[in-house]
């Protein structure tokens, strides 16, 4: 298992619950700087190489735990503890912007109006059918 000193390792990060994964990544700034690999069915990485995880720091987290130095592990697993069993912790996701577009009449219908429009130029009525 690769490791980086006293951090977390990709193997570690991927066993923590995919929510909790997200709303550390989100409480700690870490980015993603590769993509998603599974093989036979289970997670390798969720993205995040041990350079991105080198951003849990007790620094960060200690912000949340109060616990200060120590193991990383014991930090990570007390923010663990915060984020699935205490209160929610207030987390700063992306805002997203909802961007609405005029609705268009439906092609059919748009196309109804302008035949009957080409009719009334050309003055065309329709005709009875005749038995």
Do not use: C
Not at 107 to 128: C, H, R
Request: zero cysteines; aromatic letters at 4%; charged letters at 30%.
């Amino acid at each position: 298992m690769t490791q980086i000193l006293d951090g977390i390792s990709v193997f570690q990060w991927v066993s923590i619950n995919p929510d909790t994964r997200m709303k550390i990544a989100s409480m700690l700034d870490l980015t993603k700087s590769s993509h998603v690999e599974v093989a036979n069915g289970h997670l390798i990485t969720d993205g995040y190489t041990l350079q991105d995880l080198a951003g849990i720091t007790n620094a960060k987290m200690e912000r949340f735990t109060h616990i200060g130095d120590g193991p990383q592990i014991n930090n990570l697993n007390k923010l663990i503890e915060i984020i699935e069993v205490r209160e929610p912790v207030e987390i700063k996701m992306p805002v997203m912007e909802v961007i609405k577009e005029p609705v268009k009449e439906p092609v059919k219908e748009s196309i109804k109006k302008k035949v009957k429009k080409e009719f009334k130029k050309l003055k065309v009525t329709k005709k009875s059918k005749s038995k």
